[in-house]
């Protein structure tokens, strides 16, 4: 590559390569599973779901599937691996973990991911290859599915020989060495279940070449891409990093327990070495938070999760790994039978990875400082397959909580791939759910029976799409979201009423969510009237709506008449909300009540959001902002972000500062 200007021509660019994905006609392996026990007698309300066949399935299932192959004798110059499986799955080559990944959308848009296996593969050896991968039904962040795995690796030689191996009717299959588990959530969540791990029906060494598979089964071959239900296989631009972090401490209790503190919370894998394992004896363990007495508390701070593990011992030296992840701080090993030390005790502690390390950020004030390390802290660990809301119980993707994540995300790690791959998702959700513009609240998710919008995540995500825009110049993705953006513009739009407002937005159900939530949890709306009919906070996110889809329009050359509806949606809702929500003295109420009575309320949030999206005329802008210093922190973790920009905005750092390092206050 060369580059002229007027100055005459640049030096040419040295060579460089790139690599593409894998399309639908490349695929020359099977999408193949195990065959599962005989049906279960279930119902959407029990531990079990209906498969595409129509078949009932156990839940939770875990799948060892390996395959042998003999490799020409060239060196190997490249090699790829080109992985998916409904849900998650691990891969290993010749003994070593390749990469671990997850469905993270529906199966009519299977996830794949490539991984660089070319250090991990022998010529003229025999090589083994084996996939573990697991299904646990549909649930929060778990799109409904069918057990499933593919797989496809692709050998270059030196001398140009190339190989193929795909998963196929050749390949063996075992059952995984898991008793059966319960659901974590104790309230009926859909989420994880528990992992009781049998360490003697752990098949030792079916990862590496040489094991015997003669008592294995040959896999039910369901068929080469595309296959129902997995009619579509799209590559995957992020994927998952793991970090080994040592226990700091392990304490022995009175009653012989052993408590491991990792210093900190984490989303990780827990692992234990034990080095006398006595065969058949069964070690309980559980993770948490906080503690009780000295023991790992089980009801304090863990949203209702039973995050218990267990582990029957095969006998000697063996190692304790489950298969998904917790959130977590501390580890308790009840009655391991020997005495284990730090470095027994690992958590492979797990996130997105990053293009970059993380961003560093320094001040005169360290309750900032600590403020800010805290945010990118968070942000990291909840970077998961998606933004989730906790890596405990909330394994699920909410839209609101990843756009408050991925603008640290994006500013802290550089990130885009992440984000990217969210927005496209939730636009997704639009076309499969919404035909009226709304979006999930979550998604994907296979919660039974329905599916749940927010409105006013709704209305955030045309501000998701430009802060995204904004950061990266990515227009192609601009592109692709701009008619979702449009339609959530329509949505908002039929909803305004005579008033002029935007009134009982469409959606959220009944309850907290209807017409929109405001903040969460409850508490942190502050008294907000949550009687209103014309939400302010609503009405205010609608007019970013507006604007931003203008914005979007312009950037990306729309035809006029496009821009020129939403300004004049935006201004004339303007107009509706300074004429009908402020009191005499310029401060924002709450809202309209369902009669066309003004709210008795001023929240913070009504004019911190009104600054933040330009609501406030010039002339007017003293009073909301006088009256949003004056509460303190009166708005919750989801919307605290619109606070610090009304400060910011209003020319008030002190007072910004002040919300963020101030330990007399909420913040």
Known sequence: MQTWSTGGAAPPAPPATFETGLATKDWTADWIRRATPDPVDASPSTSATESNTGVWLAQDEYTYARKEVSLASSPIVRARAFVSA?????????????????????????????????????????????????????????????????????????????????????????????LPGTQRNQQGDPVDYTENVNGPAEPIG?????YDDLSWTAP????????????????????????????VSVTRLADGALVADFGQVIAAVPTVIFHAGQAGRRITMHAGYVLDGGAVSTTRATQGTDMSYSYVERGGTETFR??????????????????????????????????QAAATFSSTNPTV????????????????????????????PFLRDGFNESQTVMDAFADQNLTRQDLLQLARSQARYWPDGRLNAIYPSGEYPYVRDI???????????????????????????????????????????????????????????????????????????????????????????????ANMAVA?????????????????????????????????????????????????HANAYAIAYGIVPPASAAAPAAYVAGLGMAMGPQTAQELLAALRLSGRPADLVRRVSDPSTDG
């Open 322 to 355: 489950p298969f998904d992840y917790l959130g977590f701080r501390y580890l308790q090993i009840d009655d391991p039978g020997e005495s284990l030390g730090p470095s027994d005790v690992v958590a492979l502690a797990r996130h997105t990875a990053f293009p």
């Open 455 to 549: 409105p006013d995540f709704t209305e955030i995500y045309p501000e998701w799409v430009w802060q995204y825009w904004l950061h990266t110049d990515d227009r192609a993705l601009l592109a692709a979201v701009y008619p979702a953006v449009a339609r959530v513009a329509d949505y908002v739009a039929r909803s305004i009423s005579s008033t002029g407002l935007v009134t009982d937005l469409a959606g959220g159900g009944s309850g907290d969510y209807a017409g929109g939530l405001v903040d969460w949890p409850p508490s942190g709306r502050y008294g907000y009237d949550m009687g209103t009919a014309a939400r302010t906070t609503v009405n205010e996110l609608a007019v970013d709506v507006f604007d931003r889809t």
């Open 86 to 178: 409904d849900q998650q799955y691990e891969l290993y080559v010749n003994g070593s973990l390749a990469g671990k990944g997850e469905a993270i959308e529906y199966p009519d848009s299977q996830a794949y991911e490539t991984l660089d296996v070319t250090n991990l593969l022998r010529p003229g050896q025999d090589n083994a290859i084996g996939i573990l991968y697991n299904w646990q039904g549909p649930g929060k962040g778990r799109p409904e599915g069918t057990p499933g795995v593919i797989a496809q690796v692709e050998v270059l030689h030196r001398d140009g020989t190339r190989e193929v191996i795909g998963t196929d009717g050749t390949w063996k299959v075992l059952a995984g060495a898991w």
């Open 206 to 210: 079916w990862d590496r070449p040489g």
């Open 556 to 604: 990306l050359g729309r035809p006029t008449g496009e821009v020129k509806v939403q300004q004049r949606r935006a201004a004339t809702l303007t107009t509706a909300i300074n004429n009908r929500l402020r009191r005499a003295d310029g401060v924002y109420i709450d809202g309209l009540e369902p009669n066309g009575t003004p709210s008795a309320h001023a929240s913070q």
């Open 220 to 247: 039910i071959v369901i068929g080469r891409p595309p296959v129902a239900p997995w009619t579509n296989l799209v590559s995957s631009r992020t994927r998952m990093t793991y970090t080994p972090v040592p226990a």
């Open 369 to 396: 400082d600590a403020v800010y390390a805290l945010a990118a802290h968070s942000a990291l660990y909840t970077s998961q397959e998606e933004f989730i809301d906790t890596p405990t119980r909330e394994k699920g």
